[in-house]
């Protein structure tokens, strides 16, 4: 059973940092694209981050370019996101996402939530302007 276990949420000041992690079982997670979604009260579930099964590529919103950077750790099957410079407009409940494994990426494609088939159960995070 494929398991997405977020941490690092939490309460920040504008203008600081956190980094999440997702820590992945269950699935060969050296072959997955891993993305990480954002969604605020009475929003959609919007697209943060992803990047391909080697760490090789990576796609961001436009919202986030510059602030935050994704990365991954195959042999530690944890895939993070790095938040700088946060903004009370980052305030949000953060998913972790996983396709299942088999070496794709088209980026355009992992902009979109059907690329994923795997979530986590999601970590908040609370920007104070």
């Known amino acids: 059973q494929v398991q997405l276990v977020e941490s690092g949420g939490g309460l920040v000041q504008a203008g600081g940092s956190l980094r999440l992690s997702c820590a992945a079982s269950?699935?060969?997670?050296?072959?997955?694209?891993m993305g990480w979604f954002r969604q605020a009260p009475g929003k959609e579930r919007d697209i943060v981050a992803a990047?391909?099964?080697?760490?090789?590529?990576?796609i961001y919103a436009d919202s986030v370019k510059g602030r935050f950077t994704i990365s991954r750790d195959n042999a530690k099957n944890t895939v993070y996101l790095l938040m700088n410079s946060l903004k009370s407009e980052d305030t949000a409940v953060y998913y972790c996402?996983?396709?299942?494994?088999?070496?794709?990426?088209?980026?355009?494609?992992?902009?979109?939530?059907?690329?994923?088939?795997?979530w986590g159960q999601g970590t908040q995070v609370t920007v104070s302007s």
């Open positions: 996402a996983a396709d299942r494994g088999q070496k794709y990426w088209r980026s355009s494609y992992y902009y979109t939530k059907s690329a994923y088939d795997y």
């Open positions: 269950g699935h060969t997670f050296s072959s997955s694209a």
């Open positions: 990047i391909n099964w080697s760490g090789g590529y990576t």
